[in-house]
């Protein structure tokens, strides 16, 4: 396991820090206890004669990596975690650079995701230091439909009725994201209640045409869930044509969307249409899975369905269909960035900054600057982890030879 240190003041000279758009190389980042606060060129600050320094050799240091969707990883999954297994999980993504994460859940009977998310809630009070931080839960289903259910059971999904809504609305405290299909009978209203309760409501794996989308906007919706996977695009009905929910989403003027930049989700010339589109509220996520980080073969299960690793993406056993991904969010920002060419400073902020936004969280996480939350990620080339801060901890990666 890592080597942790407890909060102290703590300086990282000689970064090229990634942040709000820009790249600044050799600046001092300075820490104190759980808070970032001082971000300067060079290293000739006064106080740094009672911090540690670490010379990070240039290397880039970014806020925390935000995921707003995963699943697990390592062999685990969230919806049955128990605390050994979350922590697990959590630790593993927190050495990889990811200190902030949303805990997704696939379809089951809304009964059983109220106890789960009930359960989450216990077991992230137990969370070692040296953890990434849990958000919240996010619900991926059960309002989705079956036509577009991807690696969802179809017969746990149901439309959302206003007794299911009231009884996710019970765990408000930890339910910050629900992805439903806005076409379904009742959805409009689940949206408005549940935005109006505090969480992100999401669009995903719906039949939606644009007008549909657009509807569930007005009433509350704001985000976008995995552009392209379990997603209607445009039919034609005579000689007409109609936008489906993909098209509402590029087209939309307000609207946060994911995308699963694993290689394997969605090709280069997909990924640059959801960039010319989205823009600036463009996130990367990884969709995690049990899968991540284990051998091609390895079999996992996503509630009731099984897949198994391939070759570098999950399949759904014995479908034509992804069953999440297998990658982190680190692996993305490198697809992104060396092998597609994307700027540095755009990548970093799609699985920083915008995230933060999308989570509410701007004014604590997703940006290097004096007074917000010590969460630190230093990369080698190829966003190769090297070592993150956690709650103002110094935690090298397992295998960079950074310094203990």
Do not use: K, N
């Amino acid at each position: 396991m890592p080597t942790t240190s407890r909060p102290h003041r703590l300086a990282l000279t000689r970064a090229t820090v990634v942040s709000d758009g820009r790249v600044e190389p050799d600046r001092t980042v300075v820490v104190d206890g759980e808070h970032i606060v001082a971000v300067a060129s060079g290293a000739d600050l006064e106080s740094l004669r009672d911090a540690r320094v670490v010379d990070v050799g240039g290397r880039i240091v970014t806020a925390g990596l935000i995921d707003l969707h995963v699943h697990g990883a390592a062999g685990h999954a969230f919806d049955d975690a128990d605390g050994a297994a979350l922590t697990a999980v959590l630790r593993r993504l927190a050495a990889s650079g990811v200190t902030s994460v949303q805990l997704s859940l696939v379809s089951a009977p809304v009964d059983v995701l109220a106890a789960r998310i009930a359960s989450l809630a216990e077991l992230v009070a137990g969370v070692p230091a040296d953890a990434a931080r849990v958000l919240g839960v996010h619900l991926e289903g059960p309002f989705l439909a079956a036509a577009q259910c991807g690696a969802h059971d179809p017969d746990v999904l149901v439309p959302p009725s206003p007794r299911d809504v009231a009884r996710l609305l019970e765990h408000a405290a930890t339910l910050r994201m629900v992805t439903l299909a806005p076409e379904l009978p009742g959805a409009i209203e689940a949206t408005r209640r549940l935005a109006a309760g505090g969480v992100v409501v999401a669009a995903g794996h719906s039949g939606a045409t644009a007008a549909e989308l657009a509807a569930a906007a007005d009433a509350g919706l704001t985000h976008v869930t995995h552009l392209w996977s379990g997603q209607s695009t445009t039919r034609r009905e005579g000689p007409w044509r109609i936008p489906g929910l993909l098209e509402g989403a590029l087209a939309a003027a307000d609207l946060t969307a994911e995308v699963i930049a694993d290689g394997r989700h969605l090709p280069p010339e997909l990924l640059e249409i959801a960039r010319r589109c989205v823009g600036d509220r463009l996130v990367v996520v990884s969709d995690g899975t049990p899968g991540t980080g284990m051998p091609a073969g390895h079999r996992y299960r996503l509630a009731t369905v099984e897949c198994v690793v391939g070759d570098g993406v999950g399949m759904v056993d014995g479908a034509d269909a992804f069953g999440g991904s297998t990658s982190t969010l680190p692996r993305m920002l490198a697809h992104l960035h060396d092998d597609l060419g994307w700027p540095l400073a755009e990548v970093v902020a799609a699985a920083t900054g915008r995230p933060a936004a999308v989570a509410g969280l701007s004014g604590r996480r997703g940006a290097v600057v004096a007074g917000m939350d010590a969460d630190l990620a230093i990369f080698d080339p190829g966003f190769r982890p090297w070592a993150t801060v956690l709650r103002g901890r110094w935690l090298p990666a397992p295998s960079s030879g950074g310094p203990l």
